[in-house]
């Protein structure tokens, strides 16, 4: 009787082990996680699930070669684990490698054809591939194979919003709001498809019944403020700024890929336009850096380049590019002031839209260049403000080309300003402002005006 039970005793342990394990890894204690994993592994070498989550760690801890490494042996050893192929295909899409992200995806439904979680992933990379008639099918298909999938209702909700049918994309965000109430950007989303279709009642409704959820989140506070114009910040949170950016660093390029993105070539542009050709020897600095899109282009000019950004999500993918000699995590306006006369280039593609009152980032701008520098930046462009800048229903700002100028002439910068499209957004173009200010060489610059000046706003 001994011999019996003893297998049995150490499969029960086992099996618990795995459950808290799991439990710990949903609640975000990776840390615990790991080391129940890799203590069933030194009893069990080879144990497909405990192989398997253990590369779903390092995938939710940033090592993305060792998830791919790990899952692959899981995937090995289990060749038919559908769940193994689907986790891959996530990796493979954190790596910017779709096509092979796609193969794993549909490995994974091919091994198990009611996995909704594949066909919902398969449908975000469809989407950054630019099948959008495809990924709206594939998300159709699983939301089919589990119809509380609110993920997928979500993700079908957000093609239809980019491909203008935002009434059909209101009874997505809906419904996902109703099966994942604690979801915040199915609010966001919603909010915003109200508001795009005119019904701004209902788009001040979700954003205040959001609120009413979760009173501290900073998210939900901007919204409400961008939908109902009601008591409208100067400027975005940091704390909104850092959710919504660690949020939508994993999927930040693909995403701005799909969308015809233009600003740092835009940036690139008008900064060879005022400096000429780089020379490799500036001091420069990408403010607002993001994933490091700019990296590429400003490397020519630069000595040394920085970058400094608010999310810690984003300045891990920055640092992933191995193109920057510093990166500081840091509000903008207070980085800027910590460093006067540091800088030769300052370069803030797509960052200045957080901020509506532009007079201190500005002004901080300009103190942190050196003369003779130059400042360009992009916002996006707002008519008929007579603050000169208005919180838009996305969260972001706009700005009159009347309004920059003043503030660039305020900060001491001589200004040249160009109109833009920046990208695509909900099938409509983002109509912006390509701006340079230009630090002078000397006050008898300053007072003559100096190259470059604009002669006036529009």
């Known amino acids: 009787m001994a011999e019996v039970g003893a297998p049995k005793r150490h499969e029960v342990g086992l099996n618990e082990a795995m459950a808290i394990a799991l439990k710990f890894q949903k609640e975000g204690h990776l840390d615990a996680a790991e080391k129940i994993y890799r203590q069933v592994l030194e009893h069990l070498p080879g144990h497909v699930d405990a192989t398997h989550y253990l590369g779903l760690i390092a995938f939710e801890a940033g090592d993305l070669a060792a998830a791919e490494r790990i899952i692959g042996y899981a995937i090995a050893a289990a060749p038919q684990h559908a ?74 909700g957000a093609l239809l919003a980019a491909t203008g049918r935002v009434k059909e994309a209101v009874y997505e965000f809906s419904v996902a709001t109703t099966l994942d109430p604690a979801h915040r950007q199915v609010w966001r989303s919603l909010a915003h498809a109200y508001h795009r279709i005119g019904d701004r009642p209902n788009a001040v409704r979700v954003a205040r019944e959001w609120l009413a959820r979760d009173p501290a989140d900073p998210v939900a506070q901007h919204t409400l403020a961008a939908v109902s114009g009601e008591d409208v910040p100067p400027r975005a949170a940091d704390a909104y700024v850092e959710r919504v950016f660690d949020d939508f660093a994993e999927s ?69 590019r191995g193109l920057y000699h510093e990166l500081a995590k840091a509000e903008l306006t207070a980085y800027l002031e910590a460093h006067p006369g540091r800088f030769d280039i300052i370069v803030s593609a797509d960052t200045l839209c957080y901020f509506g009152d532009l007079d201190r980032v500005l002004a901080a701008a300009a103190a942190a260049l050196r003369p ?16 000169g800048y208005a919180l838009q229903a996305h969260g972001r700002y706009s700005h009159s080309r009347a309004y920059v100028e003043a503030c660039l002439g305020r900060a001491g910068l001589l200004a040249e300003i160009q109109s833009a499209q920046l990208r695509m957004e909900g099938g409509e173009p983002v109509v912006g402002l390509v701006v340079a200010g230009t630090k002078p060489a000397s006050i008898a610059a300053a007072a003559r005006g100096g190259p470059g000046a604009s002669p006036g706003a529009d």
């Not at 994974?108 to 989407?127: D, Q, W």
């Not at 780089?278 to 899109?293: M, P």
């Not at 990296?295 to 000595?303: E, F, H, K, T």
């Open 83 to 156: 769940d193994a192929h689907s986790n891959l295909g996530l990796v493979l899409r954190a790596q910017e490698r779709l096509a092979d992200a796609e193969a794993a995806f549909r490995r994974a439904i091919a091994l198990n054809p009611a996995h909704a979680n594949a066909y919902s992933n398969l449908g975000m990379v469809l989407r950054a591939l630019e099948r959008p008639e495809e990924a709206e099918q594939t998300y159709r298909s699983a939301i089919k194979a589990n119809p509380e999938h609110a993920e997928a209702h979500h993700n079908l």
């Open 372 to 387: 003779g520098g130059t400042l360009v930046f992009t916002v996006e462009y707002a008519e008929g403000s007579t603050a």
């Open 252 to 320: 930040f390029d693909s995403r701005l890929g799909s969308l015809g993105y233009r600003a740092p070539a835009l940036t690139a542009k008008l900064l060879e336009l005022v400096r000429g050709p780089g020379d490799g020897s500036a001091e420069v600095l990408d403010a607002g850096c993001g994933t490091g899109l700019c990296a590429p282009l400003l490397l020519p000019y630069a000595r040394r380049l920085v970058g400094v950004d608010l999310s810690a999500g984003m300045l891990t993918k920055a640092q992933a």
